[in-house]
């Protein structure tokens, strides 16, 4: 099987910009979460999606959206970027119904300048 | 609030050491994970535990899960240079419910 795809790789964007990353999961995955990674704060949790809902929210402002389609691809949106939001954006998908075992994706690094 | 804590932060060891490293909490967790993750990718599942006291083995490396399921500890035999990597300890809680991360270990071997 083919594992978490992520695209793009690697995004540079300017303060008060919008940037959208894609996530592709293994197929059959049908649970989607979002993290970001930066080495001050470790892993932290922003989203969770199953089957097109979201199931579970992080501690992270509005401006970071996301939403799955309906096969099970996930989009996150993150709206007036600030220099903060620079970090490692990682998907991961999970072939359960529970959270637990998840399989990551290489992650989108992003740069805001 | 349940946090995961590990340690050390960081090490850096001669090629053919031992080494453990720790995760603790003060919240009993349902399932507790290992990952590693190199330079530029995602991490990587290792191994997951769910029964206290539960031992496995992968390889040169051995996982324990504690008696209480608040802790977990991951030995490495003979490390070597492509043992290198952040380590990274996860708990769940039953349900649906995210998995809470540590912030993990930075694992230097040198050859």
């Known amino acids: 099987k083919a594992g978490v795809t992520q695209t793009p790789r690697y995004l540079i964007k300017t303060r008060g910009q919008q940037v959208t990353l894609s996530c592709s999961p293994i197929?059959?995955?049908?649970?989607v979460s979002w993290y970001q990674q930066t080495p001050g704060q470790g892993l932290q949790f922003l989203f969770e999606?199953?089957?097109?809902?979201?199931?579970n929210k992080g501690n992270f402002p509005g401006r970071f959206s996301g939403r799955q389609f309906s096969n099970s691809r996930s989009e996150m949106n993150v709206s007036t970027l600030e220099l903060g939001d620079s970090a490692l954006y990682l998907c991961?998908?999970?072939?359960?119904?529970?959270?637990?075992?998840?399989?990551f994706g290489p992650g989108t690094r992003l740069t805001v300048t | 609030t349940q946090l995961l804590e590990q340690s050390p932060q960081f090490l850096s060891i001669q090629e053919g050491e031992n080494l453990t490293v720790y995760c603790n909490s003060s919240?009993?967790?349902?399932?507790l994970q290992w990952y590693r993750q190199e330079p530029g990718e995602g991490p990587v599942l290792l191994v997951t535990?769910?029964?206290?006291?539960e031992v496995k083995k992968l390889k040169r490396l051995t996982f324990q899960f504690g008696d209480a399921r608040k802790d977990s500890s991951l030995h490495i035999t003979a490390a070597q240079p492509g043992d290198t990597g952040l380590y990274l300890c996860?708990?769940?809680?039953?349900?649906?419910?995210?998995?809470?991360f540590g912030k993990g270990t930075r694992l230097s071997v040198i050859a």
């Open positions: 996860a708990g769940g809680d039953s349900g649906n419910t995210p998995l809470v």
């Open positions: 991961a998908s999970s072939g359960t119904g529970l959270s637990y075992e998840q399989y």
């Open positions: 197929s059959g995955h049908r649970s």
């Open positions: 535990v769910v029964t206290g006291g």
């Open positions: 919240s009993v967790f349902s399932s």
């Open positions: 999606y199953f089957s097109e809902t979201q199931r």
